[in-house]
């Protein structure tokens, strides 16, 4: 199984490591911003997990290569999505990026009909096996 990084988790990771490099060399210093850029990068460390689990199951669009259900996928059906977004939040609280917060915002939709566009096409794959995974996981 494949478990390298494709270029588009390259290019969103990289973007990451850009805010995350600006709020820890110019970010405004106290426990908020200690304690959010602290989450963010465990959320990027669960998000990169997450990521190499799904291995070649892993697409841009939504397609049933195979149902991973084990490691993070044990417990959560989206982790990319839940810790990549987390990961994006907190370090912009530690930017105070609070007009970035809108279009954070913004994007939640967005992820929450990627999401849903996925379940759609594993339920259609999977059927009752799916329907079991779904129903032992969280988001």
Not at 10 to 15: I, S
Not at 43 to 70: D, I, K, N, P, Q
Not at 99 to 107: D, M, N, R
Not at 119 to 125: K, P, T
Request: proline share 3%; net charge positive; glycine share 10%.
């Amino acid at each position: 199984m494949n478990r390298g990084l494709r270029p588009i988790d390259a290019v969103m990771f990289a973007f990451y490591l850009l805010l995350l490099v600006l709020a820890v060399v110019g970010g405004p210093r106290g426990l908020v911003w200690l304690v959010s850029l602290g989450l963010s990068v465990v959320c990027a460390g669960l998000w990169v997990l997450a990521r190499l689990e799904l291995g070649r199951s892993f697409s841009v669009g939504a397609e049933a290569h195979e149902l991973v259900t084990t490691g993070l996928y044990e417990k959560f059906r989206n982790p990319i999505y839940l810790f990549g977004t987390a990961a994006f939040l907190l370090v912009l609280v530690g930017l105070e990026g609070w007009s970035a917060l809108v279009v954070w915002c913004v994007l939640i939709p967005v992820q929450v009909v990627r999401a849903r566009r996925e379940q759609r096409v594993l339920e259609l794959a999977f059927g009752d096996q799916y329907a079991a995974y779904r129903a032992s996981t969280w988001f």
